[in-house]
C-alpha cells in the first residue's frame, strides 16, 4: 500500500505517460516479516538468557523455552484449548450484541436529537464508569455463570460503539449534506448514500474500541467472575500454583488473540473504506 | 451590453425557455430579500442580506463580489433552495424555490465531492437521484460526456483523494454539468486552487459555458475572476449586503484573449469595482460590525 496510482490514466505507449509502473527489488514485499521474525527472535533470545542468568526470581520469571513447552503442553494435554475456545466464542458473541445494540442506537443518536437527549445521560455515565465496579452488582444478579461473563463484555463493548457511531453520524460535513440535496437526493437516499458512508470509519473505529474495551471485560469478568472457565480463569489459576511458564503462556496467548483482532480490523477497515488511505502513508 | 453572446440555451430547460435573445424575461427574480442567522444563545439575528433585488437573464454570466462575510453565500444558498428568505421572494421561471430542483446544480468552493466514490460515481450521483432515472445507456454517455468536457477521461476509476484540488474540482464541475440544469450556482469554485491552476480552470469554464449556454450565478471575491468571466458583475456592500451597483462588463470574449485583460477598458472597470469595495472595506471597519 506505499504507493499510489493515478487510475487508468494513460493506456499504453511508454515515455510521456501520466502514470508510470514502479520497479521494486523483490525482497521489498518480505522486508517487514523478516524484520518482525528477527526482532522477536532476538527478543526470546534475551529473554532465554536474562533467565537462564537468574538475575531476576526465577518463581516469577521463567525461561522462555518454559514458556513455550508450557503452552505445547498446555495444548496437548487439553489445558488451555477448551479456555481460550471458551473466551473466543464469548468474546465474540458479545461483541456481536454489542454490535447489534450499539451501532444502531448510537447512528440513531446521531441523527435525531431527541433521542440523542434521552439516552446520552446513560450512555455517558456507562462509558465513563469502570467496568470493574459493575462485577459484585452483575454477580448479584446474574451469579457466577456465562451469562454474567457475556453481559460484562457487552456492557464493556457497547457503548464506545454508540458513541463513535453517533460522533461520526454527528460530524458529517455539511457541505456533503447540501451536495446531497442539490443533487437531488432525498431523507433515505441521503442516509443511505451521504450520511451511512461518511460515517462508516467512524463505525469501524467505534468497533476497534469496542474489542479493546470488550477485551479488559472478558478478563475482568473471567478474572473476578470465579465462573471457572476461560483465559482470566487459567491466569487466575496458574497465579495460585506459582506455576509462572503456564502464566507467562496465557499472557501471551492472550497478546497474540488481541493483536490478531485488532489487525484484522485493520484489515477490513483498509478494505471497507479504502477512500482513507490518503490519510496514510 | 455584452449579452447575447452565448449560443442557444441547454436543450431541455424548463417549459422551453426562450431562444438565444435572451434579455427579455429574467429567468431568476429576486425581490426585496432578506436574510438572517439566529443566533439563539444571544438571542439575535444576525443579518446577512437586507432587501436584495436582482434580475437574472437566461444565458446571462452573472458574477457576484463583495467582501467576506457580506452574504454573497447566503444569496447562492437560497437561490439553491437551501434556506429561506425572512422577506421577499425568489423566484425561478416564475415559480417560488421552494427548495432544491433539477434546474439548478451547484459548484462548491470545497468541492463536496463524496470521497467514497470514484470519479465516474461521483459524477453520476447527480443522475442517480432524479425520479425519472436515465436509461443506463444513456447515463453513462452523458457521464462520459461530462468528463470530457472538463478534461477528466481517463481518470473515471479514480479516488477523489488521488486527484490534485483542481482535478478535484473538476469533478465538481462535471458533476454539475451532467444533469444540464438550466442554471449553474458557483460558491467561489475557484477560490481553493492554487493561482496557475485558477487562471487555466477559468479558461476552460468560459469555453464549457459558451458551449452549453447556461444561466451562471457566480459568487467570487476576486474582482479579476469577475471581470474576466462575467457578463455583468454586481457589487454587494459588506454586511447587511445590499446590491451597491451593477457592473455592466463591455469586454468583448474571449476574455483570455490577447490584450483584453491587459486592455484601458478592463483596468478602468478594475479600478472602479476596486474603488467600491475599498469603500466598503473600510466602512465596515469604522462600523465595527464583526461576526
Redesign the interface.
Known sequence: MSS????????GSAGDG?VESITRSRWAPFRSLIITIVNLTVFFVIWQCIALAEVVNPLFFPKATDMFSAIYHGFADGVIGPQLWHSIQNFLIGLLIAGAIGIPLGLLMGAVRIVDLILSPYVWAMTSLPRVALIPLLILILGFGNTMQLTIIVLSAVFPMMVNCMEGVKTV?P??I??G??????EP?LYF??IL??T?PFVISGINQGIARGLVGMLIGELLGGGGKGMGFLLDRAGDQFDAPMMYATLLLLAVMSVGLVQGMRWIERRA???R??SRA | MAQAVHPAPMRGGADGTAGPNASSQPLIEIRGVSAGYENKRQKTRLIALRDVTLDVYPGEFLAIVGPSGCGKTTLVNMIAGFMKPLEGTITIDGRPVEGPGADRAMVFQDYAVLPWRTVYNNVKFALENRRPRPPKAELHRRIVEALALVGLTGFERSYPYELSGGMRQRVGIARALVSEPAILLMDEPFGAVDAMTREAMQAEFEKIIAQTGQTVFFITHSIDEALTLGDRVIVVSSRPGRVKEIVDVDLPRSRFDEGVRRSARFGELRDHIWGLLQAEALGARAGGEDA
Not at chain 1, 499510489?4 to 493506456?11: E, F, L, N, Q
Not at chain 1, 440535496?181 to 432525498?186: E, K, L, P, Y
Open positions: 499510489v496510482t493515478a487510475g487508468p490514466a494513460t493506456t501520466v460535513d457541505s456533503l447540501r451536495a440535496r442539490v443533487f437531488g437526493a432525498r437516499q448514500k451521504v458512508p461518511f462508516l473504506a479504502p477512500w488511505d490518503f
